[in-house]
Protein backbone atom coordinates (compact mmCIF):
# COMPACT_ATOMS: atom_id res chain seq x y z
CA UNK A 1 0.00 0.00 0.00
CA UNK A 2 1.33 3.32 -1.13
CA UNK A 3 0.31 6.83 -0.75
CA UNK A 4 1.60 9.85 -2.89
CA UNK A 5 0.98 13.38 -2.97
CA UNK A 6 1.77 15.82 -5.80
CA UNK A 7 1.68 19.39 -6.50
CA UNK A 8 -1.22 19.66 -4.54
CA UNK A 9 -2.78 23.42 -4.39
CA UNK A 10 -5.78 23.80 -1.65
CA UNK A 11 -7.63 26.67 -0.15
CA UNK A 12 -10.63 28.50 0.86
CA UNK A 13 -12.44 30.91 -1.43
CA UNK A 14 -10.02 32.83 -3.21
CA UNK A 15 -7.19 31.69 -0.56
CA UNK A 16 -4.69 29.37 -1.63
CA UNK A 17 -3.28 27.59 1.76
CA UNK A 18 -1.56 24.93 -0.02
CA UNK A 19 0.91 25.92 -2.75
CA UNK A 20 2.44 23.30 -4.67
CA UNK A 21 2.67 20.37 -1.98
CA UNK A 22 4.27 17.53 -2.33
CA UNK A 23 5.31 14.22 -0.25
CA UNK A 24 7.39 11.06 -1.44
CA UNK A 25 5.62 8.02 -1.19
CA UNK A 26 4.44 6.72 1.81
CA UNK A 27 4.19 3.07 2.23
CA UNK A 28 1.81 0.87 4.78
CA UNK A 29 3.29 0.45 8.40
CA UNK A 30 4.90 4.00 8.19
CA UNK A 31 3.95 6.63 10.23
CA UNK A 32 4.66 9.79 9.24
CA UNK A 33 4.32 13.07 11.80
CA UNK A 34 3.54 16.40 10.11
CA UNK A 35 5.39 19.32 11.69
CA UNK A 36 5.09 22.87 11.76
CA UNK A 37 3.66 26.11 13.48
CA UNK A 38 0.41 27.17 14.01
CA UNK A 39 -1.58 27.71 10.45
CA UNK A 40 1.15 27.04 8.37
CA UNK A 41 -1.56 24.21 6.48
CA UNK A 42 -1.50 20.91 8.15
CA UNK A 43 -4.94 20.81 8.95
CA UNK A 44 -5.59 21.70 5.52
CA UNK A 45 -3.46 19.59 3.86
CA UNK A 46 -5.93 16.97 5.86
CA UNK A 47 -9.19 18.06 4.91
CA UNK A 48 -7.50 18.06 1.44
CA UNK A 49 -6.42 14.32 1.29
CA UNK A 50 -9.90 13.38 3.46
CA UNK A 51 -11.91 15.61 0.54
CA UNK A 52 -13.05 18.39 2.94
CA UNK A 53 -11.61 20.96 1.26
CA UNK A 54 -11.49 21.10 -2.97
CA UNK A 55 -7.94 20.56 -4.23
CA UNK A 56 -7.50 22.96 -7.27
CA UNK A 57 -4.29 21.11 -8.50
CA UNK A 58 -2.39 18.50 -8.19
CA UNK A 59 -3.07 14.32 -7.40
CA UNK A 60 -3.25 12.35 -4.38
CA UNK A 61 -3.32 8.92 -4.74
CA UNK A 62 -3.60 5.60 -2.69
CA UNK A 63 -2.55 2.28 -3.83
CA UNK A 64 -2.84 4.15 -7.26
CA UNK A 65 -5.92 5.45 -6.95
CA UNK A 66 -6.88 8.65 -7.26
CA UNK A 67 -8.41 10.11 -4.30
CA UNK A 68 -9.65 13.31 -5.88
CA UNK A 69 -11.87 11.38 -7.97
CA UNK A 70 -13.35 8.91 -5.79
CA UNK A 71 -16.70 9.99 -4.08
CA UNK A 72 -17.07 10.79 -0.50
CA UNK A 73 -18.36 7.39 0.70
CA UNK A 74 -15.41 5.77 -1.09
CA UNK A 75 -12.74 8.16 0.33
CA UNK A 76 -14.55 6.85 3.68
CA UNK A 77 -14.13 3.51 3.65
CA UNK A 78 -9.96 3.99 3.11
CA UNK A 79 -9.49 7.11 4.63
CA UNK A 80 -10.19 8.16 8.73
CA UNK A 81 -9.68 11.78 9.66
CA UNK A 82 -9.68 12.67 13.36
CA UNK A 83 -9.55 16.74 13.12
CA UNK A 84 -8.89 18.92 15.87
CA UNK A 85 -12.24 19.64 17.18
CA UNK A 86 -13.84 16.46 18.21
CA UNK A 87 -17.21 14.99 20.03
CA UNK A 88 -19.97 12.61 19.73
CA UNK A 89 -23.85 12.39 20.10
CA UNK A 90 -23.95 13.37 24.17
CA UNK A 91 -26.48 11.00 25.03
CA UNK A 92 -24.75 7.93 23.90
CA UNK A 93 -22.01 6.05 25.51
CA UNK A 94 -18.44 5.68 24.59
CA UNK A 95 -19.06 2.41 23.48
CA UNK A 96 -22.02 3.32 20.96
CA UNK A 97 -20.28 6.10 19.76
CA UNK A 98 -17.20 4.21 18.41
CA UNK A 99 -19.59 1.70 17.00
CA UNK A 100 -21.09 4.48 15.53
CA UNK A 101 -18.12 5.02 14.09
CA UNK A 102 -17.67 1.60 12.58
CA UNK A 103 -20.69 1.30 11.31
CA UNK A 104 -20.73 4.55 9.34
CA UNK A 105 -18.86 2.65 6.80
CA UNK A 106 -20.18 -1.02 7.13
CA UNK A 107 -23.70 -0.58 6.99
CA UNK A 108 -26.14 -0.25 10.26
CA UNK A 109 -27.04 -4.08 10.86
CA UNK A 110 -24.66 -4.93 14.54
CA UNK A 111 -22.84 -8.34 14.03
CA UNK A 112 -21.04 -9.89 16.97
CA UNK A 113 -17.94 -9.07 15.25
CA UNK A 114 -18.60 -5.56 15.09
CA UNK A 115 -19.43 -5.51 19.06
CA UNK A 116 -15.88 -7.23 19.20
CA UNK A 117 -14.10 -4.93 17.58
CA UNK A 118 -15.07 -2.07 19.53
CA UNK A 119 -14.04 -4.00 22.53
CA UNK A 120 -10.77 -4.62 21.18
CA UNK A 121 -10.11 -1.24 20.24
CA UNK A 122 -11.09 0.48 23.78
CA UNK A 123 -9.13 -2.79 25.07
CA UNK A 124 -5.72 -1.47 23.10
CA UNK A 125 -6.37 1.92 23.99
CA UNK A 126 -7.03 1.24 27.94
CA UNK A 127 -10.97 2.92 27.75
CA UNK A 128 -12.66 -0.55 28.30
CA UNK A 129 -13.63 0.86 32.02
CA UNK A 130 -15.50 3.76 30.09
CA UNK A 131 -17.43 1.96 27.68
CA UNK A 132 -20.68 2.32 29.60
CA UNK A 133 -19.92 5.74 30.22
CA UNK A 134 -22.22 9.38 28.60
CA UNK A 135 -19.99 10.72 26.18
CA UNK A 136 -21.14 14.09 27.58
CA UNK A 137 -19.28 13.00 30.98
CA UNK A 138 -15.48 12.78 30.29
CA UNK A 139 -12.77 14.93 30.65
CA UNK A 140 -11.40 16.65 27.38
CA UNK A 141 -8.24 14.15 27.13
CA UNK A 142 -10.74 11.04 27.83
CA UNK A 143 -13.21 12.25 24.65
CA UNK A 144 -10.28 13.03 22.72
CA UNK A 145 -9.08 9.60 23.15
CA UNK A 146 -12.38 8.22 21.94
CA UNK A 147 -11.90 9.95 19.13
CA UNK A 148 -8.79 8.20 18.20
CA UNK A 149 -10.81 5.00 18.94
CA UNK A 150 -13.24 6.57 16.73
CA UNK A 151 -10.61 6.61 14.14
CA UNK A 152 -9.18 3.50 14.08
CA UNK A 153 -12.37 0.73 14.79
CA UNK A 154 -13.06 1.28 11.02
CA UNK A 155 -9.60 -0.40 10.29
CA UNK A 156 -8.65 2.11 7.08
CA UNK A 157 -5.83 1.66 4.88
CA UNK A 158 -5.36 5.44 5.88
CA UNK A 159 -5.16 7.40 8.87
CA UNK A 160 -4.80 11.32 9.52
CA UNK A 161 -4.96 12.46 13.08
CA UNK A 162 -4.93 16.22 13.16
CA UNK A 163 -3.15 16.84 16.72
CA UNK A 164 -4.04 13.46 18.53
CA UNK A 165 -2.41 14.30 21.86
CA UNK A 166 -3.21 17.94 22.33
CA UNK A 167 -4.95 17.30 25.33
CA UNK A 168 -3.61 14.53 27.01
CA UNK A 169 -0.93 14.34 30.08
CA UNK A 170 2.38 12.79 29.06
CA UNK A 171 1.75 9.05 30.38
CA UNK A 172 -1.41 9.22 27.85
CA UNK A 173 0.55 11.15 25.28
CA UNK A 174 3.28 7.94 25.32
CA UNK A 175 0.53 5.01 25.94
CA UNK A 176 -1.69 6.45 22.61
CA UNK A 177 1.18 7.00 20.46
CA UNK A 178 2.39 3.20 21.55
CA UNK A 179 -0.83 1.82 20.52
CA UNK A 180 -1.11 3.77 17.49
CA UNK A 181 2.36 2.65 16.28
CA UNK A 182 1.45 -1.32 17.05
CA UNK A 183 -2.14 -0.66 15.65
CA UNK A 184 -0.75 0.78 12.58
CA UNK A 185 1.71 -1.66 11.84
CA UNK A 186 -0.15 -4.84 13.10
CA UNK A 187 -2.90 -3.62 10.15
CA UNK A 188 -0.13 -2.04 7.58
CA UNK A 189 -2.03 1.10 7.85
CA UNK A 190 -0.61 4.55 7.02
CA UNK A 191 -0.75 6.90 9.54
CA UNK A 192 -0.02 10.53 9.28
CA UNK A 193 -0.18 12.45 12.41
CA UNK A 194 -0.02 16.56 12.62
CA UNK A 195 2.35 17.09 16.31
CA UNK A 196 3.91 20.22 17.79
CA UNK A 197 5.67 18.25 20.35
CA UNK A 198 8.84 17.67 17.73
CA UNK A 199 10.14 14.96 20.86
CA UNK A 200 7.23 12.84 20.70
CA UNK A 201 7.69 13.07 16.62
CA UNK A 202 11.18 12.07 16.51
CA UNK A 203 10.15 9.19 19.24
CA UNK A 204 7.23 7.78 17.47
CA UNK A 205 7.66 8.84 14.09
CA UNK A 206 9.51 6.97 11.04
CA UNK A 207 9.34 10.15 9.15
CA UNK A 208 8.68 14.25 9.82
CA UNK A 209 7.48 16.49 6.88
CA UNK A 210 8.21 19.80 7.99
CA UNK A 211 5.60 22.44 6.76
CA UNK A 212 5.55 25.99 6.68
CA UNK A 213 2.97 28.78 5.28
CA UNK A 214 1.71 25.92 2.80
CA UNK A 215 5.00 24.87 1.32
CA UNK A 216 6.91 21.54 2.57
CA UNK A 217 10.21 22.87 3.70
CA UNK A 218 11.48 19.59 4.27
CA UNK A 219 10.71 15.94 4.47
CA UNK A 220 12.62 12.92 5.69
CA UNK A 221 13.96 10.86 8.27
CA UNK A 222 13.52 12.38 11.97
CA UNK A 223 17.29 12.92 12.56
CA UNK A 224 17.46 14.67 8.81
CA UNK A 225 15.19 16.95 9.43
CA UNK A 226 14.97 18.16 13.39
CA UNK A 227 19.02 18.72 12.30
CA UNK A 228 17.91 21.49 9.28
CA UNK A 229 18.57 25.09 9.86
CA UNK A 230 14.49 25.29 8.62
CA UNK A 231 13.72 23.95 11.84
CA UNK A 232 14.79 26.86 13.69
CA UNK A 233 13.68 29.60 10.89
CA UNK A 234 10.53 28.08 10.97
CA UNK A 235 9.96 27.67 14.75
CA UNK A 236 11.74 30.88 15.12
CA UNK A 237 14.16 29.04 18.00
CA UNK A 238 17.61 27.55 18.49
CA UNK A 239 17.68 23.92 18.46
CA UNK A 240 20.36 21.35 19.64
CA UNK A 241 19.50 17.38 18.30
CA UNK A 242 21.17 15.19 20.98
CA UNK A 243 21.04 11.51 21.29
CA UNK A 244 19.73 10.14 25.23
CA UNK A 245 21.23 7.46 26.99
CA UNK A 246 17.87 5.32 25.31
CA UNK A 247 19.29 6.16 21.77
CA UNK A 248 16.30 8.39 20.83
CA UNK A 249 16.58 11.69 19.62
CA UNK A 250 15.77 14.70 21.83
CA UNK A 251 15.37 18.39 20.66
CA UNK A 252 16.78 20.90 23.25
CA UNK A 253 14.87 24.27 21.74
CA UNK A 254 15.46 27.93 23.29
CA UNK A 255 14.47 30.73 22.56
CA UNK A 256 16.64 32.93 19.56
CA UNK A 257 18.71 35.78 21.16
Excluded at 24 to 38: A, D, K, W
Excluded at 151 to 168: F, G, I, K, W, Y
Excluded at 227 to 234: A, G, K, P, V
Aim: aromatic fraction near 4%; include cysteine.
Amino acid sequence: MTLEISGLCAGYGNKQILKDVSVSTVSGGEFVGLIGPNASGKSTLFKSIAGAVKTTEGEITLDGRDLRRASRGQRSKVVAYMPQSYGCNAVLTVFECVLLALKQTTGWRVKDSDLQQVSSVLQALDLSHLADRGISNLSGGQAQMVSVAQTLVREPRLVLLDEPTSALDLHHQLSILSTIRSFMQDKNMIVIAALHDLNLAAQFCDRLVLIKEGKVLADGKPEDVLSRQEIDDTYRVHTNLERTSRDTLYVDARLSA
